[in-house]
């Protein structure tokens, strides 16, 4: 009937004004595509059904931009609408027979259809999923609603109100409309803090995601064909048993690995080994906290050795949150101290953790479970540091031995830092050398390369501190030096006898040498 279309004419009217006011963005513009198919179909009188809508909204927009089918938001906007369209009829029947209210039902039914069907991209891309998301939905819908009901009003009469030199009159409908977004505002922001809103996962791979969309799929196909008894517990029962395995597999690497992250300042490495063996070794100075971050995504909760080679802001901002996210059972450094609000703040985060902190002596073992796996502490820092040494040469020095594989990291140590432990240190051939002060030709100087005649080198350069002297002295002896800020973060794979080096994201470097040599 015209009635009827008159309402769906409005409702589409309404979908289109608020896309303009919202600045035409790609989220509301696919949602308004959406809605407007399925209005427009309604308005034609021909049958619409949701699912069919949203199903040709994507293949539209596709065919305009095929690698929008990459993009978070469209994954995340067009499942969830898929998710609202099968599971939403279904669920909110069942509720309303359970007498829930119907503007209850429909809210609840919708959001949880929503939730349920993007878990999988969003563990995926954030390894974080809402846990109470459904029922602040309750609350901040309906207040939406409002907002929409006095906004659209509003921007109306204060349009018409100030072309006749008159704008206070739209106050009348502005501070309801005020008063409603701060509620929606606080309440959002309220929920936000409370920790039960969301929780972390271990980010799934690629195939696991895709699994789980298709057993929903053919669970609600099972659904639709009238099995409505036992025929959907068997993919939902395989999805279950699929993220309990994922969640509870040891997720150990095969072989030693050593992974320097891509940081702003500093330096940060993460080494793992076959028996669960995780330690930290520096955490750089990123607002971006990609260790912690990294650490987060693995569902990583306890690091076995936390071992900071000095004070400095570059070296110990990117533990604070290392420390306060996961369990840390024992930290290592010198007992030397700066005094900076970073260093502050580290010290507090140590506190607060609970960790037993250590000031190991030269030739002292860092405890590892794998016992393949040695780390040995070549620096004197159970002691403050001498008069007269500077901050640097201070650092903490670990030598990493696994097999036949040996890593030497040495902090920011210069030049006479380097010298002192050439004196106490028997100097041989290692496999790989963390560059000293991020690549200042204070440093890794010619003498001490001819002694410690490393193959390979990672180096942290800070903004343009890596030097030519450097490059040149590494080259001069031989040495493939990687360059963390050129290519990216980096992972050194060894079984003890050979290794590779090589890109964050698995592209491998031209680096592939047998250890014990080069």
């Known amino acids: 009937p015209l009635k009827r279309r008159g309402r769906y004419i409005l409702a589409l009217a309404v979908v289109v004004a608020f896309t303009l006011l919202t600045g035409a963005r790609a989220p509301a513009l696919r949602a308004c595509l959406m809605a407007g198919i399925y209005l427009g179909g309604r308005i034609l009188g021909r049958p619409a059904h949701l699912g069919t809508s949203v199903a040709a909204a994507g293949l539209i927009l596709l065919a305009l931009n095929p690698l929008a089918l990459w993009d978070i938001s469209f994954q995340l906007s067009f499942v969830a609408a898929a998710g609202i369209a099968t599971l939403t009829p279904t669920w909110s029947d069942w509720m309303r027979r359970k007498k829930l209210p119907g503007f209850i039902a429909d809210g609840l039914a919708a959001t949880v259809a929503a939730q349920l069907a993007i878990f999988p991209l969003l563990a ?11 029922a602040l939905n309750l ?3 309906p207040l939406v609603g409002v907002a929409l009901a006095f906004g659209l009003p509003y921007l109306l009469l204060l349009s018409v109100t100030s072309a006749f030199g008159a704008p206070a009159v739209a106050k009348l409908l502005g501070t309801p409309l005020s008063l409603v977004l701060r509620l929606t505002r606080g309440l959002v922001e309220a929920a936000a803090r409370l920790p039960v809103m969301t929780a972390d996962l271990r980010q799934p791979a690629v195939w696991l995601v895709l699994l789980t969309l298709a057993l929903f799929g053919a669970a609600w196909l099972l659904w639709q064909r009238g099995r409505r008894r036992w025929g959907p517990l068997v993919p939902i029962g395989l999805v279950i048993a699929l993220w309990s395995w994922h969640l509870a597999r040891d997720d150990a690497p095969e072989s030693l690995r050593l992974t320097f992250f891509s940081v702003d300042s500093g330096d940060a490495v993460l080494v793992e080994s076959p028996a669960g063996d995780r330690i930290v070794i520096d955490g750089g100075l990123d607002y971006a906290e990609p260790l ?10 306890k690091i076995d050795a936390l071992c900071l080679t000095h004070p400095d802001s570059d070296h110990c901002a990117g533990l604070v949150p290392v420390l306060l996210g996961v369990e840390v059972e024992r930290v290592y450094r010198p007992p030397d101290y700066r005094l900076t609000a970073e260093y502050t703040a580290y010290l507090l985060a140590e506190r607060i953790s609970k960790a037993e902190v250590l000031l190991p002596a030269r030739g002292a073992r860092i405890p590892t479970r794998n016992e393949k796996l040695e780390i040995t502490v070549l620096s004197d820092s159970d002691g403050p540091r001498p008069a007269g040494t500077e901050p640097n040469d201070a650092s903490l020095v670990l030598l990493l031995r696994y097999g036949a594989f040996t890593t030497l990291l040495t902090g920011d140590l ?6 002192e432990l050439l004196e106490n240190w028997r100097a041989g051939p290692v496999d790989l050398l963390k560059v000293a002060h991020h690549g200042s030709a204070s440093g890794t100087t010619a003498e001490f390369l001819r002694a410690a005649r490393p193959g390979h080198a990672v180096v942290f350069p800070d903004r343009g501190l890596l030097a030519d002297e450097v490059r040149w002295r590494l080259s001069a002896a031989g040495c493939w030096l990687y360059d963390v800020r050129e290519r990216g973060a980096c992972v050194v794979q060894t079984d003890g006898r050979s290794f590779t080096l090589g890109r964050y994201d698995d592209a491998l470097a031209p680096a592939v040498a047998l250890a014990g040599g080069w």
Do not use: D, K, S
């Open 139 to 141: 609350a901040v819908v």
């Open 292 to 301: 912690a971050e990294y650490l987060r995504r693995r569902g990583i909760t």
């Open 414 to 419: 210069e030049a006479a830092g380097e010298r």
């Open 124 to 134: 995926f891309h954030f390894a974080r999923v809402p846990l109470l998301a459904f």
